[in-house]
């Protein structure tokens, strides 16, 4: 008999702030009950509620059950930038590139399928556009290495055949209010959701659909009678098959021991913008920046109902543990108060009213842990911190697997090679960290 216990459940630090900033969320079930299911998917995310959706659409006979450890968008995907990108964006390399022509031609069109996806689901979800709009997307350079960046992915995107637009250092202040940025890359087809907004968009639809269940962990699950039991604190769902759409905490249950590495980035968003704070900062309503350098500072100004905020994000740790500790939180805030200052001198009183941490889950070689695990026993996992775009498509992926046997979706992820492994504790700690720090310090003023 083949029985995996989770030897740890996710726990979260900081409440997030894009779920902070919405009204009150209707509750959805928890499981209290034993139930049965075709399907039971574990992970309320991108990719899990993505593999619902998926899986609605080619059998709505299906009976599925989903379960998500906490409520609904205050797990790692209420937690990220919104930034849902179409073109390569390796955080490994200098500025974004990826392994090659072919391949990031290919990468791109999987990642438009993501987004078309997503654009799907905006529509059945009638989502507004300050929680779902394709605005595109700058590259921000503030130094004279972050132009270089920002020329040499100009190139390679030319050579891709994908149009972007170079900004000098007036367009950019015009745009952003600040004075910092001495030139941007934009590219057009990148979708900036308030990923808050969009998880629990998706969920409350979905659960019109399936079973929807909210701090219902699962706890482990046990093979019986040819199929398996799920087991949740207070209730249990006998399935046919299982959809581990945990992301890092796959290796919670066993999977991939040694092979996924934990990191946690660090968010802060301001509190509302007053009309003289908006006044004296000038720019657009709503913007979008990444680093030129992969290891810089992450800003997004957006408007809308919650109000005209800034959200910087910045600093990176690894964390074997797969959580991060309250002063490493702090200690970030005091980074993000920092970048901030620099950024938007003129803006001194504005206070941050949110500060969040959230994991996400790389592999050394970048590969996804995609596939059968044990029989009828899938995984969508491993994102390499693209889960808006990569956790959806690993959601699309892993349901067509499972019902017609394989996709072109899952072809891509099937034919990448293993997860490496990493080295042992506490070396792989020490070195990530020593690493990260190092990055972030190169960095400078990007």
Request: net charge positive; hydrophobic share 35%; aromatic share 8%.
């Amino acid at each position: 008999m083949n029985r995996y216990t989770a030897k740890r459940l996710p726990r979260q630090t900081g409440a997030a702030g894009w779920n902070a900033i919405l009204p009150p969320q209707t509750a959805l079930p928890v499981l209290e009950q034993d139930q049965s299911a075709d399907v039971t998917i574990v992970g309320g995310g991108f990719a899990g509620l993505s593999a619902a959706r998926r899986l609605h659409q080619i059998d709505p006979t299906l009976k599925v059950a989903l379960l998500e450890a906490g409520r609904f968008a205050e797990s790692s995907a209420g937690r990220n930038s919104g930034f849902m990108i179409d073109l390569p964006h390796d955080l490994s390399s200098d500025n974004y590139a990826g392994q090659g022509l072919d391949a990031d031609k290919a990468a791109i069109a999987l990642n438009r399928r993501a987004i078309t996806f997503a654009h799907e689901v905006a529509a059945d979800c009638a989502l507004p556009q300050e929680m779902f709009d394709p605005s595109g997307k700058i590259n921000a350079a503030a130094t004279r290495s972050g132009d270089r960046h920002n020329r040499d992915y100009a190139e390679h995107l030319e050579r891709l055949g994908e149009p972007s637009t170079m900004l000098d250092q007036q367009q950019m202040q015009e745009l952003t209010g600040t004075p910092h940025y001495t030139s941007g890359l934009f590219t057009p087809s990148t979708v900036m959701l308030q990923p808050a907004g969009y998880i629990r968009a998706l969920s409350a639809h979905l659960a019109g659909q399936i079973n929807v269940y909210e701090n219902s962990p699962a706890t482990g699950f046990d093979r019986k009678s040819g199929g398996w039991v799920v087991a949740t604190p207070k209730g249990k769902v006998s399935t046919g098959r299982i959809i581990l759409a945990n992301n890092g905490h796959l290796e919670s249950f066993g999977f991939y021991q040694r092979r996924l590495m934990h990191i946690c980035l660090y968010a802060s968003m301001t509190e509302p913008l007053t009309e003289a704070q908006i006044k004296t900062l000038g720019g657009e309503p709503r913007w979008s920046v990444t680093p030129a350098d992969p290891m810089g500072t992450s800003v997004r100004r957006i408007s809308g109902s919650y109000g005209d905020r800034i959200l910087i994000r910045t600093c990176a740790s690894f964390h074997s543990t797969i959580e991060t500790t309250r002063m490493r939180l702090r200690n970030a805030g005091w980074v993000h108060d920092r970048k901030f200052r620099e950024r938007f001198p003129q803006l001194l009183d504005v206070r941050m009213e949110h500060r969040w941490a959230g994991m996400l889950c790389l592999s050394r070689n970048g590969s996804a842990a995609f596939g059968e695990l044990d029989q009828g026993v899938f995984s969508a996992c491993c994102q390499n911190g693209l889960g808006t775009a990569r956790g959806t498509l690993q959601g699309m992926g892993v349901a067509e697997l499972m019902l017609q046997g394989g996709s072109d979706i899952a072809s891509h992820f099937l034919a990448q090679p293993k997860p490496t492994r990493l080295p042992p504790e506490p070396f792989a700690s020490l070195g990530a960290n020593t690493y990260l720090m190092w990055k972030e310090w190169r960095s400078g003023k990007e």
